[in-house]
């Protein structure tokens, strides 16, 4: 890597449609948020001719982040494809977001890429999610490289910077973590900071100046090459480590030169089988240039290092009824097997959906199986229907250009499909298949809505269908409890994005509201209670009077009723209508307007008459009795807590147990897992942990996750019970 040289391929690099999975290199852009990303995405199509200037396509809209979301947060928000060419292969960029609120987007980058460039500022470091993505990738192992932008911050220092990654990224092999160019400084600024001005390959030895705008290579001076020697030995040094020609390092060791060209041949298969990460520097290019620094060796790096389609290990296939498949994956001429990783909507086109192919070939017009399963949980449907696809297109910011075909290992956009959502599988209507779905976190921050209006209120449903079709890290909730609407969400920018979205695409006015937690209610003590129900007044009388014991059960016993009745007091036929009035009341609740559990109602005696008696009036009646039961009894009230189990790394375990306890929490244990990391046990009160997951993330930086499952329902505290009664009071 590093010898061609290459001119600007102008529109030549503007990708299409491939035409076989060996000329397609998917790859994935991971890092936090400003790390340079976009950035660098645009400063790829630049250089590959696939743009006219720096992020601008020819109508003037921007290759990435095109959206006007975007625009206004100024940060990526969804997943973005720009595909490029770049010595006759295609490589499809997957721009990622990297606030963690984003996460889905994230997990649908990788789940559609084959390699993962890894964006680190040289400002800002590594921080602790873009470690524990790193290690993900290693788990499944993803070929990953390090980028390093921003090395024209005061104070970057890529030598640093690449000792930094070899200690965050190299784990148990820090030599597989190293550089394949230095850095070439210019002249200092007034500032004392020089500015890098190009990069000396270590392998060909030769230097690359962009300090023009355009890539010129020549040979490097006398002063650069003790630091280029000592540099390019431990590399050839990582790299034969990694050979699968195991006598290579005995015959270097023993003083053999080792051909460039063997050496290059085997960084190219270390990288792509995952085991050796090759650090690179980056650069946008400057106003005017053609080139930005680095974006070449980077490009080369994509094509040459990175592994095609063909070398990917084959997701889980089964037959929608859970029978497993085996397919020949990646090949054009095999049964179709492909999946949405993204679905959006544009106002003009309608749902868009984004579509990596893993097998078959798909083809405009032609009609396919749709199946969705598995996120029943999260308000989507389970699905198998046909669908006939609608046009094809590659997408370049907001423009879509059509392909009549998309082959086994690329990806391309799908118009018009109107069931398939994201984690779909689309496979061929005569032999529907199914792939397992990709891990998706849990949204625990809940998001309570109200329709503004009448016309909002007719329009909210398919909106929201819309929103948690696009993004299945959002569960949508009609709480039967609260009868509330509710959306969880990641954090509090993924609701910040729903909300606009809700407003911006599908035209629903909406008012967050207070979330509410489904609260109880029960008997502190035994407590009697008549229930009578008497008129005469004009027309049909009624009459009924029954009398009720009420005592408190264990938890989870719900609400029992005993008949003990004796010498016909209350008639048979009415017994049952006693029953349903007491449950109807206790589903109402009979002090706060909570439901009543975990009582035995025991039906005593009564009174009936022989003409007026009804059905109704006993019903009333029980009701009755029941709330005469109340006034007299002590009413506890019962909130539901949860399980709640905290990842967080070894640092912040005496900060979260010490929050969990502030949360009224109860700590029931601890277990060290791998990588430095705990797992914390307890159980806390769901009142409690409303915006745990906006909390933890600031408590931990960012490095601990969690998960939370409905446990019981148990009696608040007094004075917290107080407390709620008086805001219930004064909202009413």
Request: aromatic share 4%.
């Amino acid at each position: 890597m590093g010898d061609k040289a290459h001119t600007h391929p102008g529109a030549a690099g503007r990708a299409t449609a491939a035409d076989h999975p060996t000329s397609v290199r998917n790859v994935v852009l991971v890092g936090h948020s400003g790390s340079g990303k976009t950035t660098l995405v645009e400063a790829l199509a630049l250089t590959a001719g696939a743009v006219n200037r720096a992020g601008r396509v020819e109508d003037g809209g921007c290759v990435s982040d095109y959206d006007d979301m975007e625009h206004r947060q100024q940060r990526s928000v969804q997943l973005s494809l720009v595909p490029v060419e770049w010595d006759g292969i295609k490589i499809n960029l997957l721009d990622t977001p990297g606030y963690a609120d984003f996460v889905g987007e994230l997990r649908a980058g990788l789940r559609a890429a084959d390699a993962a460039l890894f964006v680190v500022s040289a400002s800002d470091g590594v921080d602790g999610p873009t470690r524990m993505l790193w290690e993900e990738c290693a788990a499944v192992g993803m070929p990953r490289a390090i980028v390093v932008t921003h090395l024209e911050a005061a104070r970057a220092d890529f030598e640093e910077m690449t000792r930094i990654c070899a200690e965050a990224f190299g784990g148990e092999d820090p030599d597989a973590v190293l550089p394949l160019y230095l850095p070439l400084h210019g002249p200092p600024a007034p500032d004392g900071h020089a500015p890098v001005t190009g990069l000396v390959g270590l392998l060909s030895r030769k230097l690359f100046d962009y300090a023009s705008g355009e890539r010129v290579a020549s040979e490097p001076g006398e002063a650069d090459l003790p630091q280029l020697d000592e540099a390019r030995s431990m590399l050839i040094e990582g790299i034969i480590s990694e050979s699968e020609d195991e006598t290579l390092m005995e015959r270097y060791l023993g003083g053999e030169q080792v051909d460039v060209k063997t050496l290059i041949e085997d960084l190219e298969r270390a990288v792509a089988r995952g085991v050796f990460f090759p650090v690179l520097a980056a650069a946008p290019a400057a106003e005017g240039a053609r080139q930005g620094l680095g974006t070449v060796e980077l490009l080369e790096l994509i094509t040459r290092g990175f592994p095609t389609p063909l070398e990917r290990a084959a997701p889980r296939v089964t037959t929608p009824e859970g029978t497993g498949r085996e397919l020949r994956m990646c090949d054009p001429e095999e049964s179709l097997v492909a999946e949405v990783v993204k679905t959006s909507s544009d106002p003009y086109v309608g749902r868009i959906s984004m579509v990596r192919v893993f097998s078959g070939t798909l083809r405009a017009d032609q009609t396919v199986h749709v199946s969705g399963h598995g996120l029943t949980d999260r308000g989507h449907e389970d699905h198998d229907v046909d669908e006939r696809i609608g046009a094809l297109s590659t997408p370049f910011g907001k423009q879509q250009r059509p392909v009549t075909h998309v082959i086994a290992g690329d990806l391309a956009c799908v118009a018009k499909l109107t069931r398939a959502e994201t984690g779909d599988t689309l496979s061929a209507k005569e032999d529907p298949l199914l792939m397992a779905p990709w891990d998706m976190p849990d949204p625990l921050l809940p998001l309570a809505i109200e329709a503004h209006s009448k016309p909002d209120e007719d329009k909210l449903s398919q909106g929201l269908a819309r929103l948690v079709a696009e993004d299945p890290t959002m569960r949508l909730e009609h709480n039967q409890d609260t009868h509330q609407v509710v959306l969880w969400c990641l954090g509090e920018a993924h609701a910040d994005v729903a909300l606009e979205r809700l407003r911006g695409r599908y035209g629903v006015q909406v008012d967050v509201v207070p979330h509410q937690v489904p609260l109880r209610e029960t008997f502190g003590g035994p407590a009697a209670g008549r229930g009578r129900h008497v008129k005469q007044s004009g027309g049909h009388g009624q009459y009924a009077i029954c009398e009720i014991e009420v005592e408190p059960l264990p938890g989870g016993s719900g609400i029992e009723f005993v008949d003990k009745v004796v010498g016909g007091a209350v008639p048979r036929q009415f017994i049952p209508s006693v029953e349903k009035g007491v449950r109807a009341q206790a589903a109402k609740g009979v002090a706060a307007g909570h439901p009543l559990i975990d009582v035995r109602v025991t039906l005593r005696d009564g009174k009936a008459h022989s003409v007026d008696s009804s059905d109704a009036a006993f019903q009333t009646a029980g009701a009755l009795a029941l709330r005469e039961a109340a006034a007299e009894a002590r009413i506890h009230l019962l909130e539901p807590v949860a399980e709640v189990s905290v990842l967080v790394g070894d640092d912040y375990v005496g900060a979260v147990m010490s929050d969990l306890s502030g949360r009224r929490g109860k700590v029931l244990g601890t277990e060290q897992t791998s990588g430095g990391r705990t797992l914390i046990r307890a159980e806390v009160p769901e009142i409690e942990i409303g915006r745990y997951a906006v909390d933890l993330r600031s408590l931990s930086h960012g490095t601990a996750r969690f998960d939370r499952r409905y446990a019981r329902h148990e009696p608040m505290p007094a004075q917290v019970a107080d407390r709620m009664r008086k805001e219930v009071r004064a909202a009413s």
